[in-house]
């Protein structure tokens, strides 16, 4: 497990692109490390995104990038959703695609220190919202504690 402090304040830092330490053994047609930070970081500025730390697989990072834009109406007529359905709907496609125990937190200014199983960080921002999403270690209870 890892432990990440984060401290999200309205002032925002110059942008970084930081990308998981498991990279080498994602599968991808292209396995170029710098091509496929450069198509990381392409798919960021398409969407208006600001990753500010990441301890994932890249291909994770990009499906995390791409299901919280679609979870934000390009146009304003709907309405916005809420934080809290943003981070349901990422929340509940992380446990069905990666296994259960993910976890969301999204807002405008949060603190957090979380522990996470590696491989399973994320931290960006789109537009004023920063968004993180981590996954934890579910252990099974087989026998009730002792009295």
């Known amino acids: 497990m890892l432990s990440i402090s984060i401290t999200n304040t309205m002032e925002e ?5 930081i990308h998981g330490s498991k990279e080498r053994h994602m599968h991808t047609p292209n396995p ?5 930070i450069m198509r990381l970081a392409s798919l960021a500025i398409s969407f208006n995104v600001r990753l500010k730390s990441s301890d994932m697989p890249v291909h994770m990072q990009e ?3 791409r299901h919280t834009r679609s979870l934000f109406p390009l146009h304003s007529p709907p309405p916005n959703p809420s934080n809290t359905l943003i981070a349901r709907a990422l ?4 446990d069905s695609k990666y296994g259960l ?5 999204i ?11 590696g491989g399973g960080f994320i931290y960006f ?3 004023s919202l920063s968004i993180l999403l981590f996954k934890t270690e579910v252990h099974l209870v087989t026998q009730p504690p002792p009295p």
């Open 13 to 17: 830092q110059e942008p970084k692109l």
């Open 125 to 127: 921002s789109i537009d």
């Open 101 to 105: 125990a993910w976890h969301c937190v």
């Open 91 to 94: 929340k509940k496609e992380f």
């Open 63 to 65: 499906h995390a990038l």
């Open 107 to 117: 807002g405008k200014s949060f603190g957090s220190f979380v522990s996470h199983t």
């Open 32 to 36: 170029n490390p710098s091509q496929t």
